[in-house]
């Protein structure tokens, strides 16, 4: 399905470098670039994607295609989204058992208290069991008596790890990104390069564009621009991720989401990838550690 | 376009604030509270109750009926299920589930089907652990089964075979051992393991009748035998035969494989090298003559 959007806007060179980094991104023919500046607007930018398995039930989601290379905000194009990625419905509890994936399989219990056995003494019967009109008592560590071991306490090292099925993972995924569109919190942009690198110049920008406070940048890339890298490395509520490490507790954990193109691309490409699959079934079943 | 609850969802997350860390929840009752109780109380008796055998958590074995004779010593051995979990089983799948993955392309219908195109669609569970012996083709969707295949499967009843031939196609039923069932339903296992292709062994004493019937278009059947029991069946169900002969996938549609072979285009014996791409075969002959037999 080949969808075309037709879109007035500023045409500067960045976009163009956005649409060859889009590959499926294609520009418009110049006979509909003639028919929008007849109305006196700037060459208008088209770009149409192919989307892959695309769905056939009407959805459609579309967002604007920004640049931060500048702190005023200029709108380069638009571009469709897929619709069961970013128009998936909203389970806040899909969204919930991810975070709480996320917190505790990494968790282990170190602390350990001992029991009976493991305190020092107790060996000996205190009293004798019958004559003396007491209670019988067979040790001094009993959990009943003060300073005994303790019963059913926690024992050390306690794993909480476990695994959230991995469709579980996706629909997380696919179920923030459609929150965080629906609220406004998504912003897709060309590329990471910024003029400078002072902080400042981030700070500007998210209080032009109402964005954040706290921005999360995301790229294809494993390295980021210098001038980016230095700025957000001294604001600590602005943090920059490759796309591979995407997560719900991160998206949750930041105001703003700002995806490049090319991240975009990839977090599209490799969800699809993953709901498409013939083995899902293969992929569903119980993770086991010894499959590491 | 159908509105959708969800889509409504969609647009009240516009006004509604942020969703973050802080407003997010499960499902009630999602998070179940420990078992075992804490505090002064909360560990008294762990919910099972005040004294005797169940306090005691006192699990009898299975049949054991307190001061009663169990049943299963009251009556004689009745060997109903007597060899029971020795019989060969055929995990189904139908024709309409089949018309389905050749619609949903998870079959290409212009290459002969057999139990390696079937388990590689994802949607067919077969386990030979379990003494599966392969597919069992059921008439459920005959009725509007409408491909031309040439394909192979394990078991097969009549009303079966008449669908595929009236619509121009080929069936044959086919036995496979347990070891190359291995090989068929995990091929990329099978090949990684660098063993060679085993050679089909002959059907089982009380299986060599079927798969030597042409009405049940066995492997091991005349082939002149199977054309005219083609025929027959296209009488007695009242349908006109296709000529495959002048079919133009007439080879792709006769195409068999040896009685010894497992896989289409591979002979037992070869060894498949995925990571150099390569076939090695057999050069000594008494390994030739061993997999030739």
Redesign the interface.
């Known amino acids: 399905m080949l969808r075309r959007l037709v879109m007035g806007a500023l045409r500067p060179n960045s976009c163009v470098q956005a649409a060859h980094r889009l590959s499926t991104t294609t520009e418009s023919s110049p006979s509909e670039v003639e028919q929008y500046s007849s109305d006196g607007f700037p060459p208008p930018v088209v770009l149409s994607r192919n989307l892959e398995f695309p769905t056939n039930?009407?959805?459609k989601r579309m967002a604007w295609v920004e640049n931060i290379d500048t702190v005023q905000e200029r709108k380069l194009g638009m571009i469709d989204l897929h619709p069961d990625i970013f128009?998936?419905?909203?389970r806040?509890?899909v969204?919930?058992?991810n975070?709480?994936w996320q917190k505790l399989y990494r968790k282990v219990n170190l602390v350990q208290v001992n029991n009976r056995a493991e305190m020092i003494g107790g060996g000996r019967k205190p009293w004798q069991q019958k004559g003396l009109g007491r209670a019988r008592q067979g040790s001094i560590r009993a959990p009943q008596w003060k300073h005994g071991g303790i019963a059913?306490g926690p024992r050390a090292p306690t794993t909480r790890f476990y695994m959230l099925p991995i469709h579980t993972r996706l629909y997380g995924l696919r179920c923030m990104l459609?929150?965080k569109l629906?609220?406004?919190?998504l912003h897709i942009v060309n590329a990471l390069d910024i003029p400078t690198n002072e902080p400042s110049y981030l700070e500007d920008l998210a209080e032009e564009r109402q964005w954040g406070p706290s921005v999360l940048f995301v790229d294809d890339t494993d390295v980021a621009p210098e001038n980016i890298a230095i700025a957000a490395d001294q604001i600590k509520h602005m943090n920059i991720m490759p796309v591979y490490g995407l997560n719900v507790?991160s998206m949750?954990?930041h105001?703003t989401l700002v995806l490049t193109l090319a991240a975009l691309e990839r977090i599209e490409k490799q969800i699809l990838y993953f709901m498409h699959r013939?083995?899902?079934?293969?992929l569903a079943e119980k993770f086991k550690t010894s499959q590491v | 376009?159908?509105t959708r609850?969800?889509?409504k969802?969609?647009?009240m997350?516009?006004t509604?604030p942020?969703?973050?860390?802080f407003n997010?929840?499960?499902?009630p009752g999602?998070v179940k509270p420990s078992k075992?109780g804490r505090g002064q109380h909360g560990?008294d008796k762990h919910g099972a109750g005040n004294k005797g055998s169940k306090a005691r958590q006192n699990y009898m074995r299975t049949g054991y009926e307190t001061s009663l004779r169990p049943y299963y010593l009251s009556f004689t051995h009745e060997p109903y299920y007597l060899g029971h979990h020795l019989k060969r089983q055929y995990p189904p799948l139908s024709l309409g589930q089949l018309q389905l993955m050749i619609d949903t392309d998870?079959i290409n219908a212009e290459k002969p089907i057999d139990l390696v195109q079937i388990c590689?669609?994802?949607?067919y569970?077969i386990n030979p652990q379990c003494k599966h012996y392969g597919v069992h083709l059921t008439d459920e969707g005959a009725d509007s089964f409408k491909a031309k295949v040439n394909i192979e499967v394990q078991w097969a009843t009549e009303p079966v075979i008449a669908a595929v031939e009236r619509n121009g196609g080929t069936i044959t039923t086919a036995f496979f051992d347990p070891p190359s069932l291995f090989a068929l339903t995990n091929v990329k296992k099978f090949l990684e393991s660098g063993e060679p292709i085993p050679k089909r062994m002959i059907p089982p004493e009380d299986a060599i009748s079927y798969y030597t019937d042409p009405k049940m278009r066995g492997y091991l059947a005349d082939p002149d035998q199977v054309s005219w029991e083609r025929l027959v069946l296209a009488q007695k169900y009242g349908y006109s035969l296709p000529k495959i002969e002048e079919d133009p996938n007439y080879e792709m549609l006769t195409l068999r494989k040896d009685p010894r072979q497992i896989f289409y285009g591979l002979e037992p014996g070869w060894v498949v090298n995925l990571i150099d791409r390569i076939i090695l075969k057999p050069t000594d002959p008494e390994l030739q003559e061993y997999y030739k037999g």
């Open positions: 039930d009407g959805r128009a998936v419905p909203p806040i509890d969204i919930w058992n975070v709480h059913h459609s929150v629906a609220q406004d919190d507790y949750l954990n105001d013939t083995d899902r079934a293969k | 376009m159908a609850g969800y889509e969802a969609l647009s997350l516009k509604l942020r969703v973050g860390l997010i929840a499960p499902n999602f075992r560990g998870r590689n669609t994802g949607l569970k």
